[in-house]
């Protein structure tokens, strides 16, 4: 498994919990297919939101890819990399509708396009890859305890906190 770019992680579990919010529970599919629809045609149109998710949500039920190890190694780098190199690795052949979005936000919008194309192809690949683990068990493995405060000491910080006159006592 491939590790990806921290930005790319997020936005594909962010692009999960919208389309599940948006399914509802239970699950209202033909909500879903009206807002996959209403950004679909805004998006066909050249308008649409400059949002990463949203555009990868209106993506993600009709796009294939071409190149999936090609699309691995472009989620490492998440502001760099060759919009038109990811462009070739996916495509929305499927319906006309479907093509007049992927044309136009690859012209619109060609940086984020790729960061969209690579987030759904995440969202819809995600034994293809891992996230680094960013839980506090792991985030304090390396640490060597050397904070300047003992855990006994109460910092100003804390207990200015509740002292409403600042310290400043008659």
């Not at 790319?8 to 599919?29: K, W």
């Not at 149109?45 to 699309?71: E, H, Q, S, W």
């Not at 499927?94 to 136009?104: H, L, N, Q, V």
């Amino acid at each position: 498994m491939k590790k990806v770019h921290p930005e790319f992680a997020f936005q594909s579990r962010e692009l999960e919990g919208q389309i599940e919010g948006t399914l509802g529970d239970p699950p209202n599919r033909k909500n879903y297919d009206m807002m996959v629809q209403a950004l679909v045609s805004e998006y066909a149109n050249g308008d649409g939101l400059d949002d990463v998710n949203m555009m990868a949500f209106a993506l993600v039920d009709r796009i294939r890819f071409t190149d999936p190890k090609g699309l691995i190694r472009e989620a490492y780098d998440y502001e760099g990399g060759d919009p038109a190199k990811v462009f070739a690795m996916a495509n929305c052949d499927g319906d006309d509708e479907g093509k007049a979005m992927y044309a136009a936000i690859c012209d619109n919008h060609p940086d984020l396009a790729r960061q969209a194309i690579v987030t759904a192809f995440l969202y819809k690949n995600q034994a293809r890859w891992e996230d680094d683990d960013q839980s506090l068990d792991q985030l304090a493995k390396d640490d060597e305890g050397d904070d300047e405060l003992d855990e006994t000491s109460v910092g100003d910080d804390f207990s200015q906190l509740f002292d409403q006159d600042g310290g400043d006592r008659e």
